[in-house]
């Protein structure tokens, strides 16, 4: 098939990660895939990428404006984004015969969906986050057309795959049949994993020859409350430890003062932001890999890397984390919010060399056996094809909506 992925964000950064996953699927198995974004971005050379340093002018662009808009007005070019779109993927439709769109979803974006009806093509929305969860931005001031525009495009998708069971209580909700709906986790690239990647080069680096290393990736903002993490190592005082913090952000310098005044300098090393594929390195020389916080809705990309990479995960027990981490099995859950739980998590781990490789090896085997972007890619081709009904036949269906 012929595929246009459309997506409105950077196409950087962890959503970079996930657009790249599976777009390579989708290619893997002998279709094409052409991208439409406002950057003209193609995440499978830019995931991974720092959103908060420069690239080229038009990404610094839409960089700068997500962080300095003031909100209502952000919304408000985030309606007229459906004009843009709407011209841009007309053109688009018009070079090349598309059998499928799949796109990323974004608040008041619904224009996709009008145009897939009319075209006759296909639709497929992918939702992370919707109207009235937890985010790093505010909820919108226009929300009651935010949620409108959403029935919108979602009444209108052929399926609807979203990253968690909360996501998919909400979209029901909305009207959607929940035959129409597929719940995918994240997941990571098979064949990056393939081999375990190889740590030795980044303890060299940072001088932490064999030093147990507890380690965190990701953006250092404030969603992810990296001072927790912080707090647990400077009272782990009586275990020789070192925290290896991957990432950068606009927390850095105040995560370095905390580290000064709990007395932990020497201890925090801070990585930057590193390569994707670097990542891999810097996880391997993890013995320990940390989620501080998440929620009832996120299914964190780093996970699955971690696990990938075979290293025992500490991460809080929320739905989507327990849907791929079993408490003592691949890996150590605590109580969300809960630093003593926290605490004891991270003791048992730090602790314990045998739980950790026991954990860590389960925890390989389990994300390579069910958690690849291909086989995610997979299941949505299969999805689209249910009771026999193929994507021609799908066309067919539409072909008296305008």
Same mark, same amino acid.
């Given at each position: 098939?012929?595929?246009?992925? =459309?997506?409105?964000?950077?196409?950087?950064?962890?959503?970079?990660?996930?657009?790249?996953?599976?777009? +390579?699927?989708?290619?893997? !198995?002998?279709?094409?895939?052409?991208?439409?974004?406002?950057?003209?971005?193609? @995440?499978r050379r830019t995931c991974g990428a720092d959103p908060f340093a420069g690239a080229d002018r038009r990404t610094r662009r839409w960089s700068w404006l997500a962080r300095h808009c003031p909100d209502t007005a952000f919304e408000l070019l985030e309606m007229?984004?459906?004009?843009?779109?709407?011209?841009?993927?007309? +053109?688009?439709?018009?070079?090349?015969?598309?059998?499928?769109?799949?796109?990323?979803?974004?608040?008041?974006?619904?224009?996709?969906?009008?145009?897939?009806?009319?075209? +006759?093509?296909?639709?497929?929305?992918?939702?992370?986050?919707?109207?009235?969860?937890?985010?790093?931005?505010?909820? @919108?001031?226009?929300?009651?057309?935010?949620?409108?525009?959403?029935?919108?495009?979602?009444?209108?998708?052929?399926?609807?795959?979203?990253?968690?069971? =909360?996501?998919?209580?909400? &979209?029901?909700?909305?009207?959607?049949?929940?035959?129409?709906?597929?719940?995918?986790?994240?997941?990571?690239?098979?064949?990056?994993?393939?081999?375990?990647?190889?740590?030795?080069?980044?303890?060299?680096?940072?001088?932490?020859?064999?030093?147990?290393?507890?380690?965190?990736?990701?953006?250092?903002?404030?969603?992810? !409350?990296?001072?927790?993490?912080?707090?647990?190592?400077?009272?782990?005082?009586? =275990?020789?430890? !070192?925290?290896?913090?991957?990432?950068?952000?606009?927390?850095?310098?105040?995560?370095?003062?905390?580290? %000064?005044?709990?007395?932990?300098?020497?201890? &925090?090393?801070? %990585?930057?932001?590193?390569?994707?594929?670097?990542?891999?390195?810097?996880?391997?020389?993890?013995?320990?890999?940390?989620?501080?916080?998440?929620?009832?809705?996120?299914?964190?990309?780093?996970?699955?890397?971690?696990?990938?990479?075979?290293?025992?995960?500490?991460?809080?027990?929320?739905?989507?984390?327990?849907?791929?981490? !079993?408490?003592?099995?691949?890996?150590?859950?605590?109580? @969300?919010?809960?630093?003593s739980s926290f605490r004891d998590g991270l003791t048992r781990l730090v602790s314990e060399p045998e739980t950790r490789r026991r954990l860590g090896e389960q925890a390989r085997t389990d994300v390579l056996a069910k958690h690849t972007w291909d086989q995610?890619?997979?299941?949505?081709?299969?999805?689209?094809?249910?009771?026999?009904?193929?994507?021609?036949?799908?066309?067919? +269906?539409?072909?008296?909506?305008?």
């Amino acid at each position: 098939m012929n595929i246009l992925y =459309h997506f409105r964000t950077q196409g950087r950064g962890a959503e970079g990660v996930h657009i790249a996953g599976i777009a +390579r699927a989708f290619a893997e !198995r002998g279709h094409v895939v052409d991208f439409s974004s406002p950057t003209g971005a193609d @995440p499978r050379r830019t995931c991974g990428a720092d959103p908060f340093a420069g690239a080229d002018r038009r990404t610094r662009r839409w960089s700068w404006l997500a962080r300095h808009c003031p909100d209502t007005a952000f919304e408000l070019l985030e309606m007229g984004y459906n004009v843009t779109s709407l011209v841009r993927n007309s +053109r688009l439709l018009k070079r090349r015969r598309y059998d499928l769109i799949y796109e990323r979803h974004a608040f008041f974006l619904c224009v996709t969906a009008w145009l897939a009806r009319r075209r +006759r093509i296909p639709l497929v929305v992918e939702i992370n986050e919707l109207v009235g969860d937890e985010r790093v931005r505010r909820q @919108p001031t226009f929300r009651r057309l935010a949620e409108r525009c959403d029935r919108f495009c979602l009444h209108r998708a052929d399926l609807v795959t979203v990253v968690s069971p =909360h996501l998919q209580r909400r &979209v029901v909700a909305l009207g959607v049949p929940v035959e129409r709906t597929l719940v995918l986790p994240n997941a990571v690239a098979a064949a990056d994993y393939a081999q375990p990647a190889d740590g030795r080069g980044v303890r060299r680096k940072y001088g932490l020859g064999d030093a147990l290393i507890v380690g965190f990736v990701g953006w250092l903002v404030p969603w992810h !409350r990296l001072e927790d993490l912080l707090e647990a190592v400077a009272l782990a005082a009586d =275990h020789d430890l !070192r925290l290896l913090i991957v990432g950068n952000g606009p927390l850095r310098a105040d995560l370095e003062s905390l580290a %000064a005044a709990r007395g932990i300098a020497a201890r &925090v090393h801070f %990585a930057g932001a590193v390569s994707h594929e670097s990542v891999r390195e810097h996880i391997a020389a993890m013995d320990v890999a940390v989620i501080p916080h998440s929620n009832e809705y996120r299914s964190p990309i780093k996970l699955f890397e971690y696990m990938g990479q075979g290293k025992a995960v500490l991460a809080p027990h929320t739905e989507p984390i327990a849907m791929v981490v !079993r408490h003592g099995d691949n890996g150590v859950l605590f109580d @969300p919010g809960d630093m003593s739980s926290f605490r004891d998590g991270l003791t048992r781990l730090v602790s314990e060399p045998e739980t950790r490789r026991r954990l860590g090896e389960q925890a390989r085997t389990d994300v390579l056996a069910k958690h690849t972007w291909d086989q995610n890619a997979v299941r949505i081709l299969e999805r689209l094809q249910l009771d026999g009904r193929s994507c021609a036949e799908t066309q067919q +269906r539409n072909s008296g909506v305008r």
